[in-house]
């Protein structure tokens, strides 16, 4: 298998995981042609930390942007700097393991039509104590464009965001140009599947999710983006390509409500302010503002949401039991 492979590692102020994300591309069993880091303007000790790497291993570069780009137009950069046939995607607070990248890359080599691939990741803490094993709930092996475009209306069906892609697929769907923050990489699966692409999944944990304490409240103080980019991503992309299949559109809507309403608790959160709070709410009427979506919004602002948590939490109990029964017949 003679495949060229870059690892492409967007970052900011990630310097502690850096090195370890940076290391497990380079030590696979089938080594990457080339590791590109690109730095959004980190401000910890970053570029330190790539300067030392790069002396030690060949294939490394890096990239520091001279002023903070955001999320997608970081990751966009890094993309396209890549020059090999397959590119993986890499946080740098994760790592693949040691035979990643000969797995993935064997199985893109044996499915053409699928545009990425991806697997099961073991979740772990900001200290790299594993927590759980984040699996899909579908077969192993390929998944056809109009399947995963079916699916794609019950969120980003991917078990973490540590992906292959097929390079001459984000060159004709032109990278992340023009993808909201935050929900880029749902957007450009949805893409992906419009365009005609499958997917390839493995069904065996290749990689490590980190899930690290929000000291900062980083995670909250973006839920307006990612709201935002929710309605990008069904209006601008699955409803589309839906009409374009001449497919109903009815159960898209039901599920934009679905995804509304639970992203509605952040309406009960001390973290945010009045103002901020009405502008999410702005935000969640263009997602859903049906009657339903407007009763759950209102107990979440007068601090009613437990009631709304608990039928959820009923709700998904069928799921969780379907899921478990799952893994447990694949075993």
Not at 17 to 42: C, F, G, H, M, T
Not at 261 to 285: D, F, I, M, N
Request: with cysteine; proline share 2%.
């Amino acid at each position: 298998m003679d495949a060229l492979v870059s690892v492409c590692i967007p970052t900011f102020n990630q310097s502690l995981y850096l090195e370890k994300a940076v290391r497990s591309a380079w030590n696979q069993d089938k080594k990457p042609d080339e590791i590109i880091v690109y730095n959004d303007a980190s401000t910890d000790d970053t570029v330190a930390v790539l300067e030392r790497l790069v002396t030690e291993i060949p294939v490394l570069t890096f990239f520091t942007q001279p002023v903070n780009k955001g999320i997608s137009e970081n990751v966009e950069g890094c993309l396209r700097a890549a020059t090999s046939k397959y590119i993986v995607r890499l946080d740098s607070d994760d790592f693949i393991h040691f035979n990643y990248i000969s797995k993935i890359v064997k199985a893109l080599e044996e499915n053409a039509q699928a545009g990425y691939g991806h697997c099961a990741v073991q979740e772990i803490d900001d200290n790299d104590n594993p927590t759980r094993i984040r699996q899909l709930a579908r077969k192993e092996g390929f998944e056809s464009a109009d399947k995963a475009l079916e699916k794609s209306i019950s969120g980003y069906r991917v078990a973490a965001n540590i992906l292959t892609y097929r390079k001459k697929c984000l060159e004709e769907l032109s990278f992340n140009r023009g993808r909201p923050n935050y929900t880029e990489d749902y957007h450009l699966s949805v893409s992906m599947a419009a365009a005609g692409y499958g997917n390839v999944y493995i069904d065996e944990v290749l990689a490590s999710y980190r899930i690290w304490i929000d000291a900062g409240f980083v995670r909250q103080k973006r839920k307006l983006l990612e709201i935002s980019g929710l309605y990008i991503v069904f209006n601008k992309a699955i409803i589309p390509a839906f009409e374009e299949r001449s497919w109903s559109t009815e159960r898209v809507y039901v599920k934009m409500g679905e995804k509304a309403r639970r992203q509605a608790s952040c309406l009960g959160w001390s973290t945010y302010s009045s103002q901020e709070k009405g502008e999410l709410l702005t935000s969640l009427k263009k997602l859903s503002n049906t009657t339903y979506s407007q009763i759950v919004y209102n107990l979440y602002l007068n601090g009613y949401g437990r009631s709304f948590n608990f039928i959820q939490e009923l709700k998904d109990i069928p799921k969780r039991v379907a899921k478990k029964l799952i893994y447990t017949l694949r075993k």
